[in-house]
């Protein structure tokens, strides 16, 4: 399976290249210039507004963290989470290598199952905010196709409930899923020579995640918040873009070209950079809504701009981290009382 995926990137980072190419051709690249031109000094602002995003989603990765737990500061792990996802972006693994080497990397600040477990509940936090906001972009476009019915509505709001409750019993009652198996695998199985030198760990990593989500309550509704957060970080640039290059925004227009954009990034994660589906996203949502298809695509086109530049700072951060030595305990306590 991971195989597949190494080799699945590498061909739809060049059918990706071939659409980018296709919509800035068809919308002229003049066109995206002459946004970038008028977007000027506001674009620094957009790179404020994504590292108010990258920021809050480096808070609850701290939250995240066990109470107690040794760990390194928010600067630290704010430069961790920039490397992190420049390999995400950058690498054929995507975040079979991001998010694994962004553990590993944080381990050197604190347990190895303690590093683990925080990015993996992070980021099941932040995909648990990412489909409430777009649902709650399915309801938005349900009410303003049929104002005068409700059942589409009522539907949606019972499968999201449906969803939450399933999901909290599963959480509630179950005592481990990854525990099981292992234990349960043949002995002279290849799978279980395989993973029983990290059985213990894998263990470990599941029984943090577990004790999280059932003790931890109030830490979850922090982070749940602060995840659904960074989704109007992405309004609030689609808004600024679209001020400026089409002088006729709105809130409703920015909050849906966003939506769109949240559920390609779902859905083609396996797209480096979301290069060329992001791009015919923003045109289709856009056009649907009486703007034209070259005004979308300048929106992804100047949007991507700034993923560069913090993808470009977190290679540079990713350099760094693999070369720096393990810090001594005592540098760690005193970053961490001092972030």
Avoid at 32 to 40: K, N, Q, S, V, Y
Avoid at 323 to 328: D, H, I, K, Q
Wanted: aromatic share 8%; glycine share 10%.
């Amino acid at each position: 399976m991971k195989q597949r995926l190494l080799q699945l990137r590498p061909l739809a980072a060049i059918v990706g290249l071939a659409l980018f190419l296709y919509a800035l051709r068809s919308a002229g690249v003049g066109t995206i210039l002459d946004g970038a031109r008028a977007l000027g000094t506001g674009f620094l602002l957009l790179i404020l507004l994504s590292g108010l995003r990258h920021a809050l989603r480096t808070a609850a990765w701290q939250a995240s963290i066990a109470p107690g737990a040794a760990r390194p500061g928010l600067i630290t792990l704010f430069g961790l989470r920039l490397a992190g996802e420049a390999l995400n972006c950058t690498t054929p693994a995507g975040p079979l290598l991001g998010e694994t080497a962004k553990a590993w990397a944080a381990s050197r600040w604190m347990s190895g199952s303690s590093s683990a477990s925080s990015v993996l509940i992070e980021n099941l936090i932040y995909g648990l905010a990412a489909g409430l906001f777009m649902l709650s972009g399915a309801i938005v476009v349900v009410a303003a196709i049929s104002p005068g019915i409700h059942l589409g509505i009522w539907i949606v709001v019972a499968g999201l409930t449906a969803s939450l409750v399933i999901a909290c019993a599963v959480f509630h009652l179950a005592g481990g899923l990854i525990a099981p198996i292992l234990d349960r695998l043949p002995a002279g199985s290849r799978v279980k020579r395989f993973l029983e030198p990290y059985e213990s760990q894998l263990k470990a990593v599941e029984a943090e995640v577990y004790r999280f989500f059932r003790a931890r309550r109030a830490a979850f509704l922090g982070i749940l918040a602060l995840e659904i957060s960074t989704n109007f970080t992405g309004v609030a640039e689609a808004y600024l873009i679209l001020k400026v290059t089409t002088l006729h925004a709105s809130l409703l227009t920015a909050y849906l070209a966003e939506v769109a954009n949240r559920l390609v990034q779902f859905l083609f994660a396996f797209v480096p950079f979301g290069l060329g589906v992001e791009e015919g996203a923003a045109a289709g949502t856009l056009k649907s809504l009486g703007y034209s298809l070259s005004q979308g695509v300048s929106l992804a086109v100047l949007r991507r701009a700034r993923s560069v530049f913090w993808s470009g700072l977190g290679l540079l951060l990713a350099a760094h981290y693999m070369g720096a030595r393990r810090p001594l305990k005592e540098e760690v306590q005193y970053e961490a009382a001092h972030s």
